[in-house]
């Protein structure tokens, strides 16, 4: 049994958004980062004492959706955050009705960036995980998000910004290499995302600093010629055009800080006989507004910020420093001297709220700190000294006007950490909204964006939450969740396996991941009792000791796979019980070999990895040992070996480049490594690939340069290593995809000249064609092969307009099985697998979500809809298979992604279906009986770790009103009575119990009537 790594997704946050928060060098990417993240969230799941046979793997919610680029469309917020297990989505919530709700849309790679409003439609950036085309053009309408690809291929169009201009957008993209960056137009439609004009024929115009002002949007740009100066356009090819060229020649003016002042902008530009200075411009002329310090050096104006109908900005003269500065677009005005002398006061993060500005700056003696200014001297005031002394404030970085108060997000130093706080620009009202993370922990990182009675903000409360949407009006203290996308996200299990160790124990595998730990190989014990899941391998708090790319293999009781840690690096590991773990050293210390493709044979796992580094590094293969640790087999010197491997009579095959023959067909059995054939004789590569066994022989596709690329046979030997057939004879070849195992048969899929791709079938005399899904030159993409029963299930898109559907094989004739989703939508059935001569499939039929569904050859009916009934989708996946148990990983609302089990028997023994998905269980699994409770709570608690829970009860605000300490406890399970305090006073209503135990918490809703 072999599993290989499951498709995910990593996502680095920006580093400015979290700008305190360290980063390791060594490890792969982590999400969400444990310092900044952890703790409780208030979840509404009940676990009442009737719910306690069903349990669950995982319970994770940490980390948070982050939600970044808060921006304002009508009553709603738009922002990007993170989906729970699949990447990046945009949200939006409606503060009127306060709900809100994902838009759909694939998962990104990456948050949503340049979200822009044009008309009815947002407009953003992004790329889609599975879609294949890199960054691109989208747009929503509020419900649904559609994609308006500019780049041809895989690299995505590298858009750099865009600004609205009525119900258009004005876009940087470079639709291909040749073109370079230049002005594009999208009103939201394919046929209008269109090049809008190609203003550096030869090459990459650079477009920066798209601002819409009046009629235009202004921008600066390079045609080849001028260099780079202001050009303006008004969304049509003969509009766009050069303002003026400032600064002849191929340096150009470089506009710079680009802000509007009703129909004009204002900038800096460079002019030679005046340096970098301040302009401005309606889109016809540009005038300069004042040459700051006079001559050709520059005051190189920046920070440009419009409110109230000026513009305030920092320039730097050689007789005062950086200072600030203002201007109406007729003059500009020095406002003061705030750092006495030649130093800088540094003004930034400027913010307009009723005709007065308020920015930070450092005046020589409190440090950087929040200052007000009406305009002129005299009104330029230090607001109030946060932090005394010349550190000043810490980590100030935005002010946003709300309800006649700036808020900003600030440290005052006081050992409370961000925290936001609001000012109306006097010292006593100055002060801390709220402490929402207590003690040193970041409750607020924000921007906040002001939307009516509220101010919204990225904040965390120190909680399960994580990072997510919150708001504040303006009664002091009173700051809320608005709405958590992603509570009780689960421990999203991966690559599920069932082991008996070496004592018989039976256990479920899975990787999967929790708040504290990272991601880390489990194993479930006890499955007949009360199932307790253990770590297998080294772990470290919030470090993936199971990478992305972590695998294991099993063999007769043995464990082998992989784990990384900080002692060990990267590395093979072996258990033959969940106690009884040793790490395989390969390159001694914490560097790590980044073992690949483990295999077993013989009683003993084998992988290959990186033996040395230096001078370059080279590679081999690698037997594992418990007891005098891993042995080199064999060197390969050049190309890394890739897999997978396959084991015939005690022969492990694998494709492999030793640097003088290209990669090749090879065997070892572990004492003796050769190369079996050298397909494509010389240097060049046939590269096997596909591995797949059926009955004594594997079966694989290689590249030959009279054939192309084919299907193959081998038996371990030269003589018995042959091409099946040439199916598309010379050489172009048929690709063969998709080798299944249907013994007798191998199924794969293949193209021929004159047709589509097809399902194909290899026999003792070559190969045939099945029945055509659509004739001719069109194709139905077969997919998800699966042998079950003597039949063959897979997915296809046929032409008869169904969509794409799942369809069966026979001797006697290809068909489609079922139209589950009538229409030429289509159910879109995947993850196909066999079970007790059974085809178990997820497929959506437009009225139940994707649930579980299961074929036997003549017909197809849901297995169940017990997971998330009605039209929720479970989502079901990663299937494995032990005896009459099917393993799966689900979705639920109320728990998130763990891991379900079902025992597919009847009353009669008889595999049949019936009866419930059970869920595994968790590290840390809590249950209330008495639901509504008086004076008394009962507990039940079920842990798989050791020490001492802290039980606490929390009112719907997050306040501890009441907690319970009852000692130590072992693994397993414990059951209490909580009295409560006499003189609790707490009102009647709905309550949370929260323990917590060695870095693991669990949630459970109560109802008090007192």
């Given at each position: ?10 996502a680095?946050?920006p ?18 980062l ?5 703790a ?22 940490s ?31 409606d ?12 998962p ?7 979200l ?6 947002l ?16 747009a ?7 994609e308006?690809?500019?780049a ?16 258009v ?8 290499t ?52 202001l ?7 003969s ?10 020649g ?6 710079q ?5 009703g ?18 411009s ?14 050709p ?23 005062l ?26 003004p ?27 305009g ?46 609001r000012?109306d ?12 993370d ?19 903000l ?17 009664t ?23 082991w008996?160790?070496?004592?018989g ?38 470090v ?18 992989t784990?990384?840690?900080?002692f ?9 019980t ?19 493709d ?8 084998y ?14 293969l ?14 390969f ?14 022969v ?16 070892s059995d ?17 590269e ?20 192309g ?13 042959s091409?099946?057939?040439d ?26 000249s ?36 003597g ?79 009605g ?16 393993l ?19 009353a ?15 590290r840390?699994?809590?249950a209330?009986?008495s639901n ?15 020490g ?9 605000g997050?306040?501890?009103v009441?907690s ?11 059951e ?6 006499d ?13 917590e135990?060695?870095?693991?918490h669990?949630?459970?809703?109560i109802v008090?009537?007192?």
């Amino acid at each position: 049994m072999r599993f290989h790594r499951s498709s995910g997704w990593v996502a680095s946050l920006p580093a400015l958004l979290f700008p305190d928060v360290p980063r390791s060098g060594r490890l792969l990417p982590i999400l969400f980062l444990p310092s900044l993240f952890l703790a409780a969230m208030l979840v509404s799941a009940v676990l009442s004492s009737s719910s306690l046979a069903q349990t669950q793997l995982i319970n994770i919610s940490s980390g948070g959706s982050i939600p970044q680029f808060l921006t304002r469309v009508g009553d709603k917020v738009f922002y990007a955050a993170a989906d729970a297990g699949e990447g990046f989505g945009l949200y939006q919530y409606d503060t009127g009705s306060e709900v809100g709700g994902r838009i759909d849309s694939p998962p990104f790679v990456a948050p949503p960036v340049h979200l822009t409003q044009a008309g009815s439609l947002l407009f953003f950036v992004a790329e889609a995980i599975d879609g294949g085309e890199g960054k691109e053009l989208w747009a929503t309408n509020g419900s649904t998000a559609q994609e308006f690809p500019i780049a041809p291929g895989t690299d995505g169009s590298a858009i750099t910004g865009m600004a609205a201009l009525g119900s258009v957008v004005i876009l940087a993209a470079q639709g291909d290499t040749v073109t370079g960056t230049e002005l594009w137009v999208s009103d939201g439609t394919s046929a209008g995302t269109q090049l809008l004009k190609d203003i550096h024929p030869s090459g990459s115009s650079f477009i920066q600093e798209l601002t819409t002002a009046g009629s235009y949007v202004f921008f600066r740009a390079d045609d080849g010629t001028h260099g780079s100066e202001l050009w303006r356009s008004d969304g049509t090819t003969s509009g766009t055009q050069m303002v003026a060229d400032l600064n002849p020649g191929a340096s150009g003016s470089l506009p710079q800080s680009i802000v509007a002042l009703g129909s004009e902008v204002i900038f800096g530009a460079t002019e030679p006989g005046d340096g970098t200075e301040l302009w401005k411009s309606d889109g016809v002329t540009m005038t300069q507004i004042g040459d700051l310090e006079p001559g050709p050096s520059s005051s190189f104006p920046a920070g440009l910020t419009e409110g109230d109908g000026w513009v305030y900005f920092r320039a730097r003269l050689s007789s005062l420093g950086e200072e600030l500065w203002r201007t109406n677009g007729l003059v500009a005005d020095f406002v003061k001297d705030i750092h006495p002398g030649v130093a800088d006061s540094d003004p930034r993060y400027f913010a307009a709220m009723g005709g007065e500005f308020f920015f930070t700056a450092d005046d020589g003696v409190h440090g950087p700190e929040l200052w007000k200014t009406d305009g002129t001297s005299g009104g330029t005031v230090l607001v109030e000294d946060l932090v005394p002394g010349p550190e000043g404030d810490v980590f100030l970085s935005w002010i946003e006007p709300h309800d006649g108060f700036a808020y900003f997000a600030a440290d005052a130093g006081d050992g409370s950490g961000r925290e936001l706080w609001r000012s109306d620009g006097t010292s006593p009202n100055t002060e801390r909204v709220q402490d929402l993370d207590p003690g040193a922990g970041n409750g607020a990182v924000g921007p906040g964006l002001s939307m009516d009675a509220h101010l919204y903000l990225l904040a965390q409360d120190g909680t399960d939450t994580g990072a997510e949407l919150y708001r504040t009006d303006s009664t002091l203290g009173n700051l809320e969740l608005v709405w958590d996308p992603l509570p009780q996200r689960g421990s999203s299990p991966e690559e599920l396996g069932y082991w008996i160790d070496t004592r018989g124990d039976e256990h479920v595998l899975a990787f999967a991941r929790t708040p504290f730990y990272g991601r880390e190989l489990y194993a479930i014990q006890n499955l007949g009792g009360e199932p307790v899941s253990v770590f297998l391998g080294p772990d470290y708090d919030g470090v993936d000791g199971a990478p992305e790319d972590a695998e294991y293999v099993l063999d007769d009781g043995s464990l082998y796979f992989t784990v990384q840690s900080d002692f060990y690096g990267y590395e093979p590991a072996v258990a033959t019980t969940e106690t009884d773990i040793e790490i395989q050293d390969t390159i001694p210390g914490s560097i790590g070999s980044f073992p690949t493709d483990l295999f077993a044979m013989g009683g003993d796992g084998y992988y290959f990895a990186i033996r040395a580094f230096t001078p370059a590094p080279v590679f081999g293969l690698f037997r594992m040992d418990s007891v005098d640790g891993p042995s080199l087999v064999h060197p390969f010197e050049s190309v890394r070996p890739y897999g997978p491997v396959v084991v015939l009579d005690g022969v492990a095959l694998f494709a492999a480049h030793d640097g003088a023959f290209g990669t090749e067909l090879w065997r070892s059995d572990g004492v003796t490594t050769e190369r079996v054939r050298d397909i494509y004789p010389g240097p060049s590569s046939s590269e096997p690939d596909r591995f797949v066994r059926m009955g004594d022989h594997v079966f694989f596709t290689a590249f030959h340069p009279s054939s192309g690329r084919e299907l193959w046979r081998t038996d371990g030997t030269e003589a018995g290593t042959s091409i099946v057939e040439d199916i598309e004879s010379g050489s172009t070849g048929s690709t063969p995809q998709q080798l299944t195992d249907g013994y007798p048969f191998l199924y794969f899929t293949a193209v021929e000249s004159g047709g589509g791709r097809e399902v194909y079938r290899a026999t003792s005399l070559g190969t045939e064609r099945l029945d055509e899904i659509v004739p001719g030159p069109g194709s139905g993409g077969p997919a998800d092969l699966e042998a079950a029963g003597g039949r063959l299930y897979f997915s296809a898109d046929g032409s008869n307009g169904s969509g794409r559907e799942p369809w069966v094989a026979t001797d006697l004739a290809t068909t489609q099985l079922v139209d589950l989703h009538p229409g030429a939508t289509g159910s879109d059935p995947a993850d196909f697998h066999s079970h007790l001569g059974r085809c178990y499939f997820t497929a959506d039929d437009g009225l139940l979500g994707r649930e579980l569904w299961r074929a036997d050859g003549t017909s197809v009916a849901l297995a169940t809809d017990a997971i998330a009934p009605g039209g929720a989708s479970s989502d079901p996946g990663e299937f494995a298979t032990h005896g009459s148990l099917l393993l799966f990983a689900a979705t639920t609302e109320e728990f998130g992604r763990e891991i379900w089990l079902w025992e597919d028997l009847g009353a009669a023994g008889v595999p049949d279906g019936s009866g419930d998905p059970v869920r595994l269980v968790d590290r840390l699994r809590l249950a209330v009986g008495s639901n509504p409770a008086r004076t008394d709570i009962d507990l039940r608690l079920v842990t798989s770790v050791a020490g001492a829970p802290t039980f606490q009860l929390l009112d719907v605000g997050g306040r501890v009103v009441d907690s319970f300490t009852p000692g130590g406890v072992e693994r397993g399970t414990h059951e209490w009575t909580w009295r409560l305090a006499d003189d609790l006073t707490a009102p009647d209503g709905v309550y949370f119990v929260r323990v917590e135990l060695e870095k693991e918490h669990a949630v459970s809703k109560i109802v008090l009537i007192r």
